[in-house]
């Protein structure tokens, strides 16, 4: 079956702009997880889901990062007035419930000019 | 001090070898144990999981953890061109919940 998706692939963005990144898990997967990955780095947790409810959010940088997922399926994260610092991979993993592996999607690579 | 330490590498082998890959951590708490790996311009992929102390195998690959002096392993047996790859160790501290990952080392088999 299909895996984690992520859209877009690539976004280059100028400083001050908004953007949005949306993450489509496999499907029936109960929790959904958003990760950043900077270059030689491995992961590092921003916030998680299971179904609609946002569990964790301990790992946002600041109150410009924000994700939502209203339906309990697609999750978006958006950044606000982004800063160059924010440049990075963005990745999300789904799990189904019952699982403790998380399944990652193919990341979005997010560069702030 | 980062929760998990890993070595970066790059760790370099002829085809055949055997591997070894560790982490250290330092947060008692954590209880499942997982290595990934990830190839270039792509996601980290599952390759083992370890729930506890112990040893589990895979093929060529087994995972040990050792809680008690808070060390994880993976060895790769008859490593092949084809292990080139980031491996990244990841542990939690329940069954759900954010993964705290490695920096990854960086593995390659040259033939």
């Known amino acids: 079956g299909a895996g984690v998706s992520q859209s877009p692939r690539y976004k280059v963005t100028k400083r001050g702009q908004d953007v949005a990144l949306r993450c489509d898990p496999i499907s029936g997967h109960v929790s959904l997880y958003w990760y950043r990955q900077a270059l030689g780095q491995g992961p590092e947790f921003l916030t998680y889901?299971?179904?609609?409810?946002?569990?964790?959010k301990s790992g946002l940088p600041n109150d410009r990062f924000s994700a939502e997922r209203p339906e309990g399926s697609i999750s978006t994260l958006t950044i606000q007035r982004t800063e160059q610092r924010d440049s990075a991979m963005y990745r999300c993993a789904s799990s189904p419930v019952g699982q403790e592996t998380q399944y990652f999607g193919p990341g979005t690579r997010l560069l702030v000019l | 001090q980062k929760e998990v330490e890993q070595d970066p590498g790059p760790l370099s082998v002829p085809e055949g070898a055997i591997v070894s890959l560790n982490c250290t951590y330092s947060?008692?708490?954590?209880?499942?144990f997982m290595w990934y790996r990830q190839y270039s311009r792509k996601g980290p992929e599952l390759l083992m999981y370890?729930?506890?102390?112990g040893n589990k195998e895979d093929g060529r690959f087994t995972a040990q953890v050792d809680k008690s002096s808070k060390y994880i392993s993976l060895f790769i047996r008859d490593s092949q061109p084809s292990d080139s790859a980031t491996y990244l160790c990841?542990?939690?501290?329940?069954?759900?919940?954010?993964?705290?990952f490695g920096q990854g080392t960086i593995l390659t088999v040259h033939p």
């Open positions: 370890t729930y506890s102390s």
């Open positions: 947060n008692s708490a954590f209880q499942y």
């Open positions: 889901f299971n179904y609609e409810a946002q569990q964790d």
């Open positions: 990841a542990m939690k501290r329940t069954s759900y919940g954010k993964l705290t």
